[in-house]
């Protein structure tokens, strides 16, 4: 049904699309998490945010664990690559989000201040490592990560986890807090009542504020960093060997696909567009506000990866084995297959989650929380 080119192609969709998800469902848990310890001031206002994403967050993470399974059968030279590189930021990011479960589950067990407190910030840091990890990990895509090929064809990772915590890539970070902080905030303020609400207004409106500028200059200074370019013997239709290509760096580069196709633009705008919606909107129509901070993680990823196609994993130290859709993927049975497998499962996953979604609507009061205060967190 479709030539290898095009089922390559297909999956660079698919996986994108599974980030996407992520990004937007377990993104508003995260930023939730991270506006706990500020926006809610007692227990109860902490217990009513806990209470807004309680039902679904495990479900969210489901998004991310399919990414990786995804990445891993479509993209296996890219598996391999990243988790070499990024393997102790990817434990870091494993340890916190472990840290989720018993924060949700522990916090309510003893009435006692600073076992609460204890729990919130465990909550909080569970939820900002794997923030700023994700964003760290987006800049140094960005610049290129230092991978060889050793004399068995396997790639080695030739930086430092201090070598990958560099100024655009920390910058990169706190776009990302600012991102699901305020993609967070209109979450929490969709599904809560005074005051966690207000609260949950201007903290979203101030982080949409922040995302905006800060997504802006980023623009610039991604003008202004060495990205890459494939000049010769790159193989759409070609089996995966990342050798036989030639690709140079050069500055500005990372904007070359949206001056050949000016329509790739419309991606930064659903970002921009997003954040600016939200922040006006936030008052009197949150449900739209809400969906309209959705498009900020939508349109940033989006955005990202237009920039980069056909990369995905560009090697700083070795331009000519970066990793590319067109040389890094799996053979074309094994993609046609998995493809049929996403088309039949992934329209149900979608429908039940908006199913439960559906039912878990409304919002949240302090009347609720004090009633049911062993069934609620």
């Known amino acids: 049904m479709f030539d290898y080119a095009t089922i390559k192609l297909v999956w660079w969709f698919f996986i994108g699309a599974l980030f996407i998800g992520y990004a937007i469902t377990d993104g508003f848990d995260l930023g ?113 990560v230092p991978l060889e090929l050793d004399d068995t064809m396997h790639f080695r990772f030739t930086g430092s986890f201090f070598s990958l915590l560099n100024p655009f890539a920390l910058y990169c970070g706190l776009a990302a807090i600012a991102m699901f902080a305020c993609h967070g905030a209109f979450w929490v303020a969709l599904k809560t009542t005074a005051p966690v609400e207000n609260k949950a207004i201007a903290a979203g409106r101030f982080f949409g504020v922040l995302f905006l500028a800060l997504f802006i200059s980023g623009g610039f200074w991604v003008n202004h960093i060495e990205g890459f370019l494939v000049v010769g013997g790159l193989d759409p239709q070609g089996a995966a060997n990342p050798l036989l ?97 996403t088309v039949l499962f992934l329209p149900i996953v979608t429908i039940y989650t908006s199913w439960v979604y559906w039912v878990l609507r409304g919002k949240i009061s302090p009347h609720i929380i004090e009633k049911e205060s062993t069934a609620s967190y």
């Not at 991310?64 to 391999?80: K, R």
């Not at 904007?255 to 008052?283: D, E, H, I, K, Y």
């Not at 799996?330 to 993609?335: D, E, G, K, V």
């Open 245 to 341: 290509k030639t690709v140079i760096k050069k500055q500005g580069a990372w904007l070359a696909n949206f001056q050949t196709t000016p329509a790739f633009w419309a991606a930064p705008l659903v970002a921009m567009s997003g954040a600016l919606c939200a922040v006006v909107l936030a008052r009197k129509h949150q449900i739209l506000a809400f969906g309209a901070s959705a498009c900020i993680p939508l349109g940033t990823i989006l955005t990202f990866g237009l920039a980069i196609f056909p990369f995905i994993m560009p090697s700083s130290s070795s331009p000519n084995i970066s990793l590319t859709v067109w040389d890094a993927t799996s053979s074309y049975r094994t993609l046609v297959i998995m493809f049929w497998a």
């Open 32 to 144: 939730a998490g991270i506006l706990l310890p500020f926006i809610g001031k007692t227990d109860v206002e902490r217990r009513m945010i806990l209470e807004s994403v309680s039902h679904t967050w495990e479900g969210n993470q489901v998004w991310l664990v399919t990414a990786g399974g995804a990445l891993f059968a479509a993209w296996p030279l890219v598996y391999a690559a990243s988790f070499s590189s990024f393997y102790l930021a990817m434990i870091l990011t494993l340890f916190a989000l472990l840290f989720r479960p018993p924060a949700f589950d522990y916090r309510n067990k003893i009435a006692d201040h600073r076992w609460r407190s204890f729990w919130d910030w465990a909550m909080f840091a569970a939820c900002l490592v794997p923030t700023v990890i994700f964003g760290v990990a987006i800049g140094n895509l960005l610049q290129g």
